[in-house]
């Protein structure tokens, strides 16, 4: 698997996976019925902030990440993440390759921690993930999340030192 930079051209193959992961609404805060633009011009951001694709030997997308400012002015040396995994490659270190290359990649642009607003409390597989790359939760907003099938449940604020 190769980590690179995504470019515009990647966007069919990532969206192609993510439109299905948001109107399913699980696990991520974006609104149910965001279109295709809206999501490449939040995902695709500008510098300082970069998207990664995970590429397979074959040249599919397998996953996707972002790495943002998590705040402007006084707050802008904390990055970001969020992290996408295509159906049917979870479970395979897509995710694990993608959170480890971003961290590295955070590092080296000068961030000094990398912050998660919005992970859902259900999305146990993520949570696992963060917490052995060595991610924290230091909070949780308590039915801060209208899950589809289970209701209000918690998101989780992690956090990890670069």
Avoid: C
């Amino acid at each position: 698997m190769l980590i690179r930079e995504a470019t515009e051209e990647d966007w069919p193959a990532i969206w192609a996976f993510m439109e299905g992961i948001v109107r399913a609404g699980e696990t991520y805060t974006y609104d149910r019925d965001l279109t295709a633009e809206q999501a490449r011009d939040s995902w695709l951001v500008p510098p300082p902030g970069r998207a990664f694709v995970a590429v397979g030997d074959d040249g599919a997308v397998l996953g996707t990440a972002k790495v943002t400012r998590n705040h402007a002015g006084g707050g802008s040396h904390i990055a970001n993440g969020s992290y996408m995994v295509a159906p049917g490659h979870g479970g395979r270190g897509v995710g694990r390759a993608l959170g480890e290359h971003t961290l590295e990649w955070a590092k080296a642009a000068g961030f000094r921690a990398m912050q998660f607003n919005a992970v859902v409390e259900t999305n146990s597989r993520a949570v696992a993930l963060w917490r052995s790359l060595g991610f924290e939760i230091v909070g949780t907003l308590a039915e801060g999340f209208a899950h589809p099938e289970r209701g209000l449940v918690g998101l989780h604020i992690m956090y990890r030192r670069l």
